[in-house]
Every structure is written in structure tokens, then in C-alpha cells.
């Protein structure tokens, strides 16, 4: 079992940046696919990005490529979401995730993650 905790958020202006970390419990980190994704109220959560456990595989929704980088230091049981361009649009509450799930193919599906972390606030006021 793992229990996660975001931190970073807060409200930044249009084109600032942000670094979200996500810091895990436990001694199995290393063993999880870790993911971020991001509700804004009356929609249902979407994923923002991933990292396999080695760190060796990332994905990102299409919004975020080449603003968004996601990275981990196993050493420190840390994700982190380096957040860069910011818009508007990325206002949301942003949730760590992890899952055992080796299938890279579901690691964008909210359904997959098992544990999840209490989300941080990130507005972006244009």
C-alpha cells in the first residue's frame, strides 16, 4: 500500500510556472506506475501525465506536450509535475496516482490507479 501527498499548488499568472510534488509512503515506489491527473468542478477527472516505475516511460494528454514534464527520484519516493507556459485553462485540482498496472497502453484510465493522493489547487489567472 502506498499513501500520497501533493504540494505546489497555488495561483499563478499566465505563462508562469509551477512544480507540483507528489511524496509517497511506503517502501514500494519503486514498484508503481505513477500518474497525474486534474478535475475542475463538474467534469470528470483527466489524466495529465505518466511515468513508469523505472522512469523510463512517460506519456502526456496532447494539452501539456512540451509544457508539462513529469519526473521521479525513487531515492526520495517523489514525483514531481514541472508545470512551464501555464494557462488558463490549466486551472484545476491536480491528484497524484499510483498503480501496479504493467499494461502502458491503460495508464492514461483513472480506473487503473489504485491510490490516490488529496489534490493540490492550481489557478492560473490570465
Known amino acids: 500500500q502506498v499513501h500520497l501527498v501533493e504540494s505546489g499548488g497555488g495561483l499563478v499568472q499566465a505563462g508562469d510556472s509551477l512544480r507540483l510534488s507528489c511524496a509517497a509512503s511506503?517502501?514500494?515506489?519503486?514498484?508503481?506506475?505513477m500518474g497525474w491527473f486534474r478535475q475542475v468542478p463538474g467534469k470528470e477527472r483527466e489524466f495529465v501525465a505518466t511515468?513508469?516505475?523505472?522512469?523510463?516511460?512517460?506519456y502526456y494528454t496532447d494539452s501539456v506536450k512540451g509544457r508539462f514534464t513529469i519526473s521521479r527520484d525513487n531515492a526520495k519516493n517523489t514525483m514531481y509535475l514541472q508545470m512551464n507556459s501555464l494557462k488558463p485553462e490549466d486551472t484545476a485540482v491536480y491528484y497524484c496516482?499510483?498503480?501496479?498496472?504493467?499494461?502502458?497502453?491503460?495508464?492514461?484510465?483513472?480506473?487503473?490507479?489504485?491510490?490516490w493522493g488529496q489534490g493540490t489547487q492550481v489557478t492560473v489567472s490570465s
Open positions: 496516482a499510483a498503480t501496479l498496472t504493467k499494461v502502458p497502453q491503460i495508464w492514461t484510465t483513472v480506473s487503473v490507479y489504485n491510490y
Open positions: 511506503g517502501r514500494t515506489f519503486s514498484s508503481y506506475t
Open positions: 511515468i513508469s516505475w523505472s522512469g523510463g516511460t512517460t
